[in-house]
């Protein structure tokens, strides 16, 4: 590739907006939004976005202590767009069991603590905060589209579309394998933020996975001297000896059991997955995992045990922190395989599954794919997250990486970080008809629009219902370049960054100016930025969800992008001719109570209701065997305060049900 053209980003990098560093808990019921310009007339439907808000201690953000903005109870937005020349808003927090545990813990020594981006109890377990995506199901053509919230370190769960409550998860906790292997209430499950979900056989897929101790010491860089100099730190790692790598390919029906199979290498050896299974995807004969640059799981619980003792924090992290792999390993699952229904208890024997192994060059996080797989030819479509771990934070004790290495600005701890490398967006066609397939990749980057590529937004369903056999326009947000944000402790991570392809000089030049946030569209057939718009220096843009236009024949630019904005003075929503976004917002939404910060992932239902699905897992069958292991734990049986806990917050609520 030629030498990348200088950016022509404006001197000097305004700070960060300080509208993305709080938000509220506050609930809100109907409210109107601020209409700034025109609402188009052919908008419809309503549009769902989630966010972290921090705990039921914290009561919002920030975090007092500079903890990670990833970490928090999920809130749920509506946008009710069907309500001529209105757009009303409505929220609410999931609140799955733990929650209420969680809240009837808080301040006591048993209750929940943050452990980087996972929130966990030594007694209780781990937190499913639901706080990162939507998955729109509809498994018959007789009923409405359901929805469920997401959240890698726990179970799905359905909500009701209408009151946004929380309904129930999928798979009672009989059905998914814990990680560890403790008398937990609430044992630490880890799944897929994005499942995928077949609209032609109306079939979910999901994972269920664990990571070995051993697989995660392998990680760390300096073992020896953790064993020599803290012994306690080891002395944790020990109760979790019983961790095996394993991953289970689940597939849903809507309405029956989970069905489940292990998925082994060629040789019958267990997959083993070093980092997480954020995303996966499914063709007409295929699912498609991916072992995604981005931490999760208990190993954010092994590197930071002791969450108050910020000088052994500051020292684990120096000794533990390495950067995510740079390549991307993809396992690929033939459908042919699993056409018997398995529904193996946990404890039966299991049922293998051979999944292929494809790697690629380039880290990431997210990814899509044509649900057409012509002649076994798989297409990917990757946005490469280039020498940045979105698992990470800005921290109070973080320095500069500009001499002469001051402290980070005081408001900013909690904030995501910089890129140190310029995001790539990638097409790969995989020929499955060799014993290696072969991989035809094409690889694009533009040096004023691709830093920090993140989430994306396309036409997903046709006006039939169908998923588009083929994507042709995707379109990605990007985070651009920021002084602030850019640290010593990520110069030093990323120093060796094995596919740099902007010199890291000249990263940090650039972010000392400030790249502007960018809204992209991209054409996956020639690979080429179709149309962007550049954010004003000083704003953030996230959360981009398509809106097809009332009367959409089934065309990918024939509609509106939505997504929130961060401007130097609040929080907005702005909507976007997905045709013409060089033109601008058609229009900006607010509201005087909408406080949020990074809004994650979102979704779009034409039309909304009460659920009327009759599936829903029995809080007594889900709780009830783990309530009785966990009551004959020593500590539990010789706490009268526990056992007041469990009457309290548990048992009512087998009854009530």
């Not at 052919?42 to 921090?54: E, H, K, L, S, T």
């Not at 290696?436 to 004023?448: A, F, G, L, M, R």
């Not at 929130?564 to 109570?593: M, Y």
Request: glycine share 6%; aromatic share 10%; with cysteine.
């Amino acid at each position: 590739m030629s030498e990348p053209p200088q950016s022509n980003a404006k001197t000097g990098c305004p700070p960060v907006p300080q509208s993305i560093m709080t938000a509220s808990r506050k609930e809100l019921r109907n409210a109107p939004l601020k209409i700034e310009g025109k609402l188009p007339d052919d908008v419809q439907g309503y549009i769902f976005i989630v966010a972290p808000v921090g705990t039921v201690e914290s009561g919002g953000l920030p975090f007092a202590d500079g903890d990670s903005f990833l970490n928090g109870d999920g809130m749920i937005y509506r946008l009710d767009f069907n309500q001529k020349g209105k757009v009303i808003l409505k929220t609410r927090i999931a609140k799955p069991l733990d929650y209420h545990f969680d809240e009837a813990t808080k301040g006591t020594k048993w209750g929940f603590r943050n452990h980087g981006i996972l929130r966990f109890s030594l007694l209780l377990g781990a937190r499913n905060e639901l706080n990162t995506a939507f998955l729109p199901v509809k498994f018959s053509q007789d009923e409405q589209e359901r929805l469920l919230v997401t959240y890698d370190a726990g179970r799905p769960y359905e909500i009701d579309t209408n009151t946004l409550k929380v309904v129930t998860p999928v798979g009672s906790n009989k059905e998914w394998r814990p990680e560890a292997p403790l008398p937990y209430l609430f044992p630490p499950i880890f799944s897929t933020a994005h499942p995928a979900f077949d609209t032609d056989t109306g079939e979910m897929f999901a994972v269920n996975y664990g990571r070995s101790l051993e697989n995660f010491v392998d990680t760390i860089p300096f073992i020896k001297e953790i064993d020599e100099c803290f012994p306690e730190v080891r002395q944790l790692w020990g109760k979790f000896k019983g961790l095996e790598d394993f991953v289970y390919l689940i597939r849903w029906d809507g309405v029956n059991l989970l069905d489940r199979w292990t998925l082994v290498n060629a040789d019958g050896s267990p997959v083993s997955i070093k980092q997480t299974i954020h995303q996966i995807g499914v063709t007409e004969n295929y699912v498609i995992l991916m072992d995604t640059a981005f931490s999760t799981g208990l190993d954010q619980l092994l590197t930071n045990p002791f969450p108050d003792n910020k000088e052994l924090e500051i020292i684990l992290r120096n000794l533990l922190a390495s950067p995510p792999s740079p390549d991307s390993i993809i396992y690929i699952v033939s459908r042919s395989d699993l056409q018997k229904r398995q529904r193996p208890a946990l404890n039966e024997p299991e049922v293998k599954v051979v999944a292929r192994k494809v790697v690629i060059p380039l880290e990431a996080a997210h990814f899509l794919v044509d649900y057409e797989n012509p002649n076994d030819k798989i297409t990917l479509h990757v946005a490469h997250i280039c020498a940045w771990d979105v698992a990470e934070w800005l921290r109070k004790y973080d320095l500069s990486a500009y001499q002469p290495h001051n402290p980070v600005p005081k408001n900013l701890p909690g904030m995501e970080l910089n890129e140190m490398d310029i995001s790539r967006l990638g097409r790969y066609v995989i020929d499955l008809n060799h014993p290696d397939p072969t991989i035809e990749p094409k690889v694009i980057w533009d040096i004023e629009y691709t830093w920090g590529l993140g989430l994306y937004a396309y036409l997903d369903r046709l006006p039939s219902g169908k998923t588009p056999r083929k994507l042709d326009n995707i379109y990605w947000i990007s985070f651009g370049l920021w002084k602030d944000l850019t640290t010593e402790f990520l110069r030093r991570l990323y120093r060796d960054y094995k596919y740099q392809a902007v010199p890291q000089s000249d990263v940090l030049a650039l972010a000392e100016k400030g790249v502007p946030a960018c809204l992209l569209r991209l054409e996956t057939q020639s690979m080429e930025i179709a149309d962007r718009y550049q954010f004003d220096p000083g704003y953030i843009v996230s959360s981009p969800q398509f809106m097809p236009r009332r009367g959409n024949q089934g065309s990918s630019t024939d509609g509106y992008i939505v997504c929130t904005v961060f401007t130097p003075q609040r929080n907005e929503i702005w909507i976007f001719e997905a045709d013409n976004l060089s033109g601008g917002p058609k229009c900006k939404l607010s509201h005087k109570s909408l406080d949020f910060t990074f809004t994650l992932h979102t979704a779009w239902l034409q039309q909304i209701g009460p659920r009327s699905a009759k599936y829903k897992i029995s809080l007594r069958e889900d709780y009830k065997e783990l309530a009785k292991k966990f009551q004959s734990r020593p500590e539990c049986e010789k706490e009268i305060q526990i056992q007041e806990l469990l009457a309290k917050e548990l048992y009512p609520r087998f009854e009530s049900e």
